[in-house]
């Protein structure tokens, strides 16, 4: 199942942020095969990290739950709230993402 993850940053962790971005990448590249979509939450300016959203399969909320807790982001204390739905996608995607090859 789609698990979505909502994930808000602390105020003022955009240099930590920024500095584990790469670990929190090569993080997501484990489960790559598994990202229905994945990016950072943005400010009304368009470039300030504010957070996270993703959207993953996993076999279980348990499942879901576990990664988030071994996530960069999540050990560092780069985010302030987050929480994790189901989600079913029911809607063939057109904005924001490439075509399909």
């Not at 071994?70 to 924001?96: C, D, M």
Request: charged content about 20%; hydrophobic content about 45%; glycine content about 6%.
């Amino acid at each position: 199942m789609l698990y979505t993850f909502f994930l808000l940053d602390k105020p003022g962790s955009k240099e930590l942020r920024l500095q584990l971005r790469p670990a929190h990448k090569a993080y997501l590249a484990q489960v790559a095969e598994r990202i229905a979509f994945a990016g950072p939450l943005l400010a009304d300016d368009g470039t300030s990290m504010i957070g996270s959203l993703l959207s993953i399969d996993f076999a279980s909320r348990d499942d879901a739950h576990a990664w988030l807790a071994n996530e960069p982001f999540t050990r560092a204390g780069v985010y302030a709230s987050s929480s994790i739905h189901a989600f079913e996608n029911l809607w063939p995607q057109k904005a924001g993402f490439p075509p399909a090859e």
